[in-house]
């Protein structure tokens, strides 16, 4: 196998973007990301998206993308994995360009959920969850995340305070990133006294609705001096795992066990431990979701993800920052591109270009991207070159 | 989103009767059935829920998805029965404020949802005090 490299990185315009199309917002951040790089072709395309035919009436988006992209018929894979699309498809394309299959691979996602109305998005993204035996019976996804926390909150103490500091760190990070949907901050109070969605959650512990893309240059190690003349980072790892679909289905209701497994691999094959990371990009679809995922990675001890977050060990500048793009929270969520946007934060961090929110002393960098309530998980780790 | 009748009709056995499915091999019991054990087992008996248990979990539906608008707020919890198997299910006929961890409950035969005019009337478990 060879090594990999990350060399170019690019993302389209995040938000509610009405006047650009889900192929529009692809191709923008697609170009990003090849003239980021400086290459004048790429060999295979990656696309992650959840749901294309449910938000946009659009499938086949592999042949649809390879032909916006315009460099000819290279071969085009839509890889689906719900909320985690993005970060199996990164996953997907340093597999082709490590086992030798190409040499220049762009790896991307792409949401489209503003064309639709609220009713038909939260539909959508319900998909990622056991349709028969979970959303027939009237949950979300924000009550499936809602009765991990009052799990978490019951057996480790995690107080609702706590909660609400994700959203609050979160959103001071995001306030420092020009690509963030919701670049505000907002107080515990304000979170505190957001409308109610499933309790004990409300609407400010919740990701939003996001149009947007991101992209990608994937290349051998030993080929990035040649390719560009940006600072290659160096992909250390890559892995994924899997769980029940149905949150009932598993053996403790608030322990993401494929994320711990993900990361078990990952740190294995890097060779390193949770303590070698210098920060990490991590799936905050809920506030409960970073306090579960930093456990699940062993960032923080089992149960104490509350407390952590409350002693500001997560902050850009604490013991272990998490997020500091502002996370899906702040940054926004369109749910396929989320896991490629983890890797262009974690690249451009890695090469010290992210001015405010820049994280000291990055070396190493963490991503994790789950699916549903967890039921696939996909941890990469970087470092600089 | 209407279900439609074939897709319906097929989980019928657990929505109305609530068969599950024991493991012969490891005795593990399945809901809905699986077609392969993670045992390995491929065979199994019937077998029906039993109608009581405790709630693991609950969360209180306050934006609620379509086809549920007109019940929030409602309690959505995960019951554990007393033969072990765990399900998500409704809870109703309580007080939303008094309801805790560990809350033994019962199994009803319920209304879940109206699709609409030309939809199926759906109906199911949900689970009220005990």
């Known amino acids: 196998m060879r090594d990999v490299a990350v060399i170019g990185v690019g993302m389209s315009e995040w938000g509610e973007v009405w006047e650009k199309s889900h192929r529009r917002l692809w191709t923008e951040a697609a170009l990003a990301a090849v003239d980021d790089a400086g290459v004048d072709r790429v060999d295979a395309l990656y696309v992650g998206c959840m749901s294309g035919g449910l938000f946009v009436g659009q499938e086949h988006l592999g042949a649809m993308l390879s032909d916006q992209l315009g460099m000819g018929p290279v071969p085009g894979t839509r890889v689906e994995s719900a909320c985690a699309s993005g970060g199996v498809a990164f996953r997907q394309a340093v597999m082709a360009v490590a086992s030798g299959a190409h040499d220049i691979v762009l790896a ?40 991990m926390a009052r799990v978490h909150m019951h057996r480790h103490g995690t107080t609702r305070r ?41 609407v400010l512990d919740c990701s939003p609705i ?34 029940t679909l149905a ?23 890097a060779g390193i431990g949770p303590g070698d990371v210098s920060f990490a990009e991590v799936h905050d679809c809920f506030t409960i979701a970073e306090i579960m995922v930093m456990e699940a990675l062993g960032l923080v001890e089992k149960g104490q ?62 991503t ?12 990469h780790i970087f470092e600089r070159a | 989103m209407h279900i439609g009748p074939p897709r319906y009709w097929r989980e019928i056995p657990q ?37 009581e248990g405790a709630l693991e979990t609950f969360t209180i539906i306050r934006t609620p998805p379509s086809g549920f608008s007109d019940q929030a707020p409602y309690a959505v919890g995960i019951v554990k029965l007393d033969d072990g198997v765990r399900m998500t299910a409704q809870v109703v006929d309580c007080d939303l404020d008094k309801l805790a961890i560990g809350q033994r409950v019962r199994r009803e035969f319920r209304k879940l949802q109206v699709e609409g005019e030309s939809g199926i009337n759906c109906y199911g478990y949900k689970y009220v005090p005990a």
């Open chain 2, 15 to 51: 929505r109305y009767r609530y068969e599950a499915a024991k493991c012969a091999r490891c005795g593990k019991i399945h809901f809905p059935p699986r077609t392969k054990c993670e045992c390995g087992g491929r065979e199994f008996s019937q077998h029906i829920l039993a109608p």
């Open chain 1, 108 to 147: 991307s996602g792409v949401e489209k959920m503003t064309d639709v109305d609220g009713a038909a998005a939260t539909y959508a993204l319900s998909t990622a969850a056991d349709q028969e035996y979970e959303c027939f019976q009237g949950v979300t996804f924000p009550g499936l995340y809602a009765m």
């Open chain 1, 305 to 366: 993800g509350g407390q952590a977050t409350e002693a500001g060990w997560t902050a850009l500048d604490g013991k272990i920052p998490v997020n500091p793009s502002g996370g899906l929270k702040a940054k926004g969520h369109p749910v396929g591109a989320t896991g490629i946007a983890q890797v262009v934060e974690s690249v451009l961090q890695l090469r010290g270009s992210c001015g405010a929110r820049q994280v000291r002393n990055a070396r190493r960098a963490l």
């Open chain 1, 162 to 202: 706590q909660l609400a500091q994700v959203a609050v760190k979160n959103h001071a990070n995001g306030a420092l990133n020009d690509k963030a949907q919701y670049p505000m901050k907002v107080t515990v109070e304000q979170v505190l006294e957001s409308p109610g969605v499933a309790d004990p959650l409300r």
């Open chain 1, 247 to 269: 949150l009932h289905d598993r053996a403790d209701l608030c322990w993401l066990a494929s994320t711990a497994k993900a990361a078990e691999g990952a740190y294995r094959m």
């Open chain 1, 210 to 243: 996001t149009d947007g893309a991101a992209a990608v240059i994937v290349v051998p190690l030993a080929d990035a001096k040649k390719l560009s003349k940006n600072p290659a980072v160096k992909v250390l790892a890559s892995a994924q795992a899997s769980d």
């Open chain 1, 368 to 379: 994790q991207n789950m699916g549903g309530t967890g039921a696939s998980s996909v941890v």
